[in-house]
């Protein structure tokens, strides 16, 4: 059988017959289907954007489309992405990352572009900040607030008008609930008089002072809180020459952090006490006194909150004697948990370990109770020991 001659007779008639599908007319039928592309038949692009509100002054937002194309928005107004896109394609807009601040979320943001997308709007709301950090310039006295992502450890700094906590002011402290801070003035050399004050953290971490400042009886050299946050404790220096140094138990409200004034009296130190301390979640204070710089000093455990035997005030109360340390101790941190405490000797350039007690005592650990770092293991040490902390995940 000879197939490919009658194949190439039926194409031969279908031509003639414009196609086989009939008609009287002998004119070819034109395909713009077909044939090179000329540009004719492109497909449009158009711009995706639309509108941010409710952005605090300072704060930034991340916007994306679908997934990427990045866009930074700065303030509240109208936005549009660089990258368009063709007619027929699917958009996504989505908060890349949030402002430090407030929590911003987005509406009527994906669809597919049929014109220019300009509806997409992203509302930004302030939100109670829980992961704070905050940052006292003494010089100023100016309080710096910082969100931090717990995730990455990124710091992002929050809107808001600075707050000034006095000039000099050397301590801030941040109660469990991340809702009001406290600063302390120590008073000697800043122009100040030494004092307490307190602060409400409100939404998108700005600080606004409360009421309640209290002035101390002389200058303030540290400040702790209980584990509650009910109650704040300072050390102040002796009001004459030679005198003690003393504890004052000042309440705080719980509603409004507000801090009340001085409860009991004075629980009275040595007049050389230098700095206080609170265990890691429990209610005990440790009181470090060089003594000078050629002998031992010591570190005192007081109960406090919860743990003081003084149920009306809350004052600290004595748990045991002094416990002595190396020389010139001028630093001290905890384990996470509260089982071992740890006192930087700068004098010696040495650490004196203790085990704590239930009760909150402190016993030099055995049978070592004294480390010595050294730079590389070498030998003398050369190291000058300043400063110390404890890994808080305890590993």
Known sequence: MKIQPMALVIAAACAALSGCGGGGSSTPSSNTNTGANTGANTPASYAVGGSVSGLLSGETVQL???????????????FTFATQLAAGSPYNVTVGTQPGGASCSVSAGSGTVASAVSNVAVTCSPVLMK??????????????????????????GLAGPDVSAGAGSNRILVDASATHVYT??????????????AFKVGLGGVLTATSGVQTLAANGLDAVLDVAGQNAYVLQAPVSPGGATTIMTYPIDPSTGAINAKVGTPVVLTPTTTRIYRSPGADYLYALDPVDKTQPGTVTALAIGANSTNTTTLQPTAVSV???TG?????MAFTPKGEFAYVLNRGSDTVSIYTISTDGSLTPLSPNPTFTPTLDGSLPNTAVLVSMTIDPSGQ
């Open 64 to 78: 994306l489309n679908n997934g990427s194309d990045p866009l930074t928005v700065n303030a509240d107004g109208s």
């Open 131 to 156: 992961n704070i950090a905050l940052f006292l310039d003494s010089a100023g006295g100016t309080i710096l607030t910082y969100a931090y992502d717990a995730a990455s450890g990124q710091l992002t």
């Open 184 to 197: 302390l003035t120590p008073g000697s050399g800043t122009g100040a008089p030494p004092r307490l004050a």
């Open 327 to 331: 020389t010139l101790p001028v630093d």
């Open 322 to 324: 002094a416990v002595p």
